[in-house]
């Protein structure tokens, strides 16, 4: 595969170190990245609209999204933008009040949209047009028992710290799921008696692929799980097949190429993030160790080795949530035609 977009953000030039995360990010990016050249072009560089966020400080960042065919449905963190590629034509676009934190959006087989609302604990169910159809909790709790359906939440620059935070929607079965950092699982909203059970870190990404599930954790572990039992199959910890001398980082962005060679994003660690969410860096990190760049690396994670590495943070990228394949561009047609 020759081509990568990957989504993500550029952080601002900072003159506060303390800055928050939520006001970390200037822009939101995605980049296209020769894997064989090594050429990078920016394809997007965007910023939500300050009727669709707190205030002139906040944080734009491409969350994670999701690829179908020659569309790219990609979300900030209180906006839903559609891409028609590889031209990036936006043919989309969707923000509703209950908008917090987004985290991911996904197509549903219907045709709807599915978004991990991360900042309310929820994941929303809408259309195209912005008709709000369903929501879930994923706490056993009601949907709206915390928060209020009358308030703008677009405009609540955080509602951390959160019970749970999904941060990754997926169809299995006809039935909708939701990957939880706190409860470190994937569980099923239609019948939450069902979930898998990831119980070594906190996990991310959900993608099926083939006939099974794949998981990132953010220490930096990919999690293959059977999707007929629930059961974690292999735990692949790519801090062993790198080596111990360098924190990868927030763990963040999966891409399967086949069932032996991966894309994973890296983010590097920033002092920022809330105390609750690096406890699993500070056993990490060991004095001497190195902190790596925001990058993605290809491995083997059948004969556990590093087969390609970008560093993303000399491109102006230093926050990476989603990898996709690249869509060739299409050929020009003679005039005339």
Known sequence: MA????????QKDL?????????LYEAALILQLDT???????????????EARANE????????????????????????????????????????????DLHHVTPTSNGDLLAAVTGLDMVVRFNREGEQLEEWSVLPEAPWSRFSRDIDYRKIETTKPHKSHPNFVFELNGEIWATRFSQRDAICLNDPEKRIDIAVQSPHDGLLFGERIYFTSVDGRVIIADPRSLQVEKII?????????????WCRGLLPLDESRVWVGFTQIRKTRFREN??????????????????????????????????????????????FPAIPSRPQQPAGF
Not at 3 to 10: D, E, I, K, T
Not at 36 to 43: L, M, P, Q, S
Request: with cysteine; hydrophobic share 40%; net charge neutral.
């Open 36 to 50: 064989e050249t090594g050429a990078v072009r920016t394809c997007i560089e965007y910023q939500t609209p300050p």
């Open 15 to 23: 003159l506060l170190r303390h800055e928050r995360e939520w006001n």
């Open 57 to 100: 400080k906040s944080s734009n960042v491409f969350k994670s999204g999701t690829l179908v065919g020659d569309t790219l449905y990609a979300c900030t963190s209180t906006e839903v933008l559609i891409f028609k590629l590889p031209e990036f034509q936006r043919i989309g676009y969707v923000s509703l009040p209950c908008f917090n």
């Open 237 to 249: 910890d790519l801090k062993q097949i790198d080596g111990q001398d360098a924190l990868l980082g």
């Open 278 to 323: 690096v406890l699993w860096v500070k056993r990490a990190f060991r004095e001497g160790m190195s902190e790596k760049p925001t990058h993605i690396t290809l491995y083997d994670i059948v004969n556990n080795r590093r087969i390609q590495e970008f560093d993303l943070e000399a491109h102006g990228m230093n926050l990476v949530f989603s990898i």
């Open 3 to 10: 081509s990568l977009y990957v989504l993500g953000a550029r």
